[in-house]
């Protein structure tokens, strides 16, 4: 008997072959062959597992990775469309955050609870999808009730009379005017349910645990069914009813259910700046405390059970992708059995010129085409020519050299400072097309570029 992941993630995926995976992660991020192949095989792995017997399945572990790089090369962009493409809950943390038990601050078991509200929030959405149609109905009929309260409930015997069938009539047409929005001027009242007590956070020992504390269930009578009215158009009491009628349909314990279990075998947590916390004991400083929450993420990594407000969680086949520059530190300085949890280590390229001119032109969101898009709002017809974008490449890679090397991001700082003009005169351009051609860019950059202390702070 297989494993089998919930039905929409599998679906997704489990035709994409390794190779497919790649070409899918292209069409985002440029470059970084080693890092995709990684990530590709260790999805299509996961996979596989769901198709063994479960005695095996069980003990089959991920592989987790970790990616060397510089900022701003493609490690974050990598792990996001990697589960989107799975569509597999999918959270990132800063490593940075985590605080030694002890200490005050976030506890390392805090990323699998913020993987689980996500996947509840995934499957919810899912099953609002499945009930959007009949919640629509429902909503309807209530509507229609405000707006032609029922002289009389019509008795299955009268269906056929007269009255009958004027009340049918009228009923019909006005469901024909609210459909057409004819209606939206008109006002409904509502009884609108109070909200809901909110939960607290309680400090237990050292740690800060978030405690589901629910009033109505301690104090029953108390807030239960507490409503008030409101008057709203049509049109918002329609959506308001149709949001009500989703939640009547949908059974959260059922949500939970399956999202604890989609999170279990199918969660990727990214953790990020995991050199940060990479520092060996040394007795001084903060180095002891960066070991201690080394080994506070190790169970997790390892494979642990986290007490979540939707139940317990095993993070068993969690796969967790760590990255980080490595400047200071190096991989070997963290402790042992952490390094041995990630048995796949990629490193990820510097970009240079020759990379910066295909982010800026290839990926289905390039900043070129987004640009463009932005002004075509203002009715400007903006172009780039190929030797501007060779000259923003050329800039971007000059002021990474001779400044912080923070990698594609240089790119953005560097498109805002050359649109810089575009943007702020463009409701007001008389001649609505616009070409950014090497003049151009070396006009708008050529100054700050020069001036390496002017550059640090606008570049």
């Not at 900022?71 to 989107?84: C, D, F, M, N, S």
């Amino acid at each position: 008997m297989a494993i089998l992941l919930p039905e929409s993630i599998e679906t997704a995926a489990d035709a994409l072959t390794p190779r497919q995976i790649v070409a899918e992660l292209d069409k985002y991020v440029i470059g970084q062959g080693k890092a995709k192949r990684a990530v590709a095989i260790a999805l299509r792995n996961r996979l596989r597992r769901q198709k063994l017997a479960p005695e095996l399945a069980e003990e089959v572990a991920p592989k987790n990775i970790l990616m060397i790089g510089p900022t701003g090369v493609g490690k974050t962009e990598i792990a996001r469309r990697l589960a989107r493409l799975a569509q597999s809950p999918f959270v990132k943390v800063e490593a940075s955050k985590f605080t030694e038990v002890g200490y005050v601050g976030r506890d390392v078991e805090s990323m699998v609870r913020d993987l689980v509200e996500l996947g509840v929030d995934m499957v919810r959405g899912e099953r609002i999808e499945e009930v959007r149609s009949k919640a629509a109905q429902n909503a309807e009929e209530r509507l229609l009730d405000l707006l032609l309260p029922p002289p009389r409930p019509i008795a299955p015997d009268e269906e056929g009379t007269p009255a009958g069938e004027q009340q049918s009539r009228t009923r019909e047409h006005l469901r024909e005017q609210v459909r057409s929005g004819r209606m939206d001027a008109r006002t409904v009242e509502l009884d609108v349910r109070e909200k809901s007590f909110p939960s607290f956070e309680i400090i237990a020992g050292s740690s800060v645990e978030e405690v589901d504390i629910n009033l109505k269930d301690m104090l029953p009578g108390l807030f239960q069914g507490k409503t008030r009215k409101r008057r709203m158009k049509v049109p918002e009491a329609l959506e308001y009813l149709t949001q009500e009628e989703e939640q009547k349909l949908i059974d959260m314990d059922s949500v939970a259910k399956t999202a604890v279990d989609r999170v279990e075998q199918a969660g990727i947590i990214f953790i990020d700046e995991i050199d940060k916390i990479a520092g060996r004991e040394g007795g001084h400083g903060p180095d002891i405390s960066r070991e201690g929450v080394q080994r506070d993420i190790l169970p997790i990594v390892e494979g642990t059970t986290v007490n979540t407000k939707y139940g317990m969680v095993r993070t068993d086949h969690i796969l967790f992708i760590a990255a980080g520059a490595f400047h200071v530190s190096k991989p070997s300085d963290l402790i042992p059995e952490l390094q041995g949890r990630f048995p796949i280590r990629v490193e990820l390229d510097a970009l240079g010129k020759d990379e910066f001119v295909r982010i800026l032109t290839e990926p289905r969101s390039a900043l070129v085409r987004q640009s463009i898009a932005l002004m075509e709002t203002e009715g400007i017809d903006l172009t780039f020519t190929d030797d501007a974008v060779h000259r923003i490449a050329d800039f971007a890679t000059i002021v990474n050299e001779r400044t912080e090397n923070i990698g594609a991001r240089r790119l953005h700082t560097v498109m805002e400072k050359l649109l810089d003009e575009i943007s702020f005169e463009g409701p007001d351009l008389e001649n609505k097309t616009v070409v950014i051609d090497d003049a151009y860019v070396t006009r708008m950059l050529a100054e700050i570029v020069k001036d390496e202390d002017l550059s640090r702070y606008i570049l």
